[in-house]
């Protein structure tokens, strides 16, 4: 008996509504736990700054008091911190494992390498989280959806372009653009 050998099936991108969507499940672990966190922090760092202006005042001296120093810097860490753990044990290592995390499963969705069209490495995961996660920071993230609406044919976002990888949404190839279809 001879074995038969088949072609892999072609991966095609998403769409960016599932893409959205995807995102959007995909923030709230990582949000919730920085909020869950941020909450209580609040009332104390804006005890310790109250507390702060209180001392001098007390003291009758003309001192800046920065709202960002030793302990407010540290709790914004910790915010940070789980921010970026979170964010990291529930989007890099399910990506690198399984193409997936759990918004795009539930619209069957996969992040692939370009050119395997297999589920990223590590490196490759950690990296296009990382350029994603810094652009939303500098609110840049933005701009990065929009573009990657905008490019084609695989509607890669700055994040994708540096790890080399795309969202694929299905094997079959987009849908025509022409309403009558293509042509017999």
């Known amino acids: 008996m001879m074995a038969r050998f088949t072609e892999p099936q072609q991966k095609y991108p998403a769409s960016p509504g599932k893409r959205l969507f995807a995102r959007i499940i995909d923030s709230i672990l990582p949000l919730g736990g920085a909020v869950a966190l941020a909450v209580p922090l609040l009332s104390d760092a ?10 001098i005042e ?6 800046t008091v920065w709202l960002i120093d030793g302990t407010t ?6 915010v940070l911190g789980v921010f970026l753990g979170v964010g990291l044990l ?3 290592l399910p990506v690198a494992l399984w193409g997936t995390t ?3 499963a539930m619209l069957g969705l996969r992040v692939l390498d370009m050119e395997r069209q297999e589920p990223p490495s590590f490196g490759r995961a950690i990296n296009r989280w990382l350029v994603y996660n810094l652009l939303s920071l500098v609110l840049v993230g933005i701009v990065n959806m929009i573009l990657a609406v905008r490019d084609q044919p695989w509607r890669q976002g700055w994040h ?7 969202v694929a949404g299905g094997s079959g190839p987009p849908a025509s653009p022409d309403p009558v279809g293509p042509a017999q």
């Open 46 to 55: 804006r005890d310790h700054i109250s507390d702060r202006i209180e001392a």
């Open 58 to 63: 007390h003291a009758g001296v003309n001192e």
């Open 73 to 78: 810097g540290g709790y914004l860490a910790m």
């Open 90 to 92: 529930f989007e890099v």
């Open 102 to 104: 759990l918004g795009k």
């Open 160 to 166: 994708d372009k540096a790890a080399h990888t795309f």
